[in-house]
Nanobody, 121 residues
């Protein structure tokens, strides 16, 4: 089992910045991809950004140029630097990881509990 714990959420004014962190723990053999998703009330959960073990990144069009995903493989940690925040960024942000627990296992997806980001306007 893999546990993911997010931190860094909170309340910020429009135009401000926040940095989210997520650390994976457990008996982990390899984490191939880590990412951030968000879900606002009444909306579907959507991909914000993800990053592979090699550092290849993908950012949703709505956050390109404002958010930056990064990871520290040695710490099993993924970050999301959020700048120029807008009210529409308000959501619960979830960390996700695609990981395997041993060389003989398949990859599976794991989710954190979520952290609230609220942007006031």
């Amino acid at each position: 089992q893999v546990q993911l714990v997010e931190s860094g959420g909170g309340l910020v004014q429009a135009g401000g910045s926040l940095r989210l962190s997520c650390t994976a723990s457990g008996s982990i053999f390899r984490i191939s991809t880590m990412g951030w998703y968000r879900q606002a009330p009444g909306n579907q959960r959507e991909l914000v950004a993800n990053i592979t073990i090699f550092g290849d990144t993908n950012h949703a069009g709505s956050v390109k140029g404002r958010f930056t995903i990064s990871r520290d493989n040695a710490k099993n940690t993924v970050y999301l630097q959020m700048n120029s925040l807008k009210s529409e960024d308000t959501a619960v942000y979830y960390c996700a990881a695609r990981a395997k627990l041993s060389v003989g296992r398949l990859y599976d997806d794991y989710w954190g509990q979520g952290t609230q980001v609220t942007v006031s306007s």
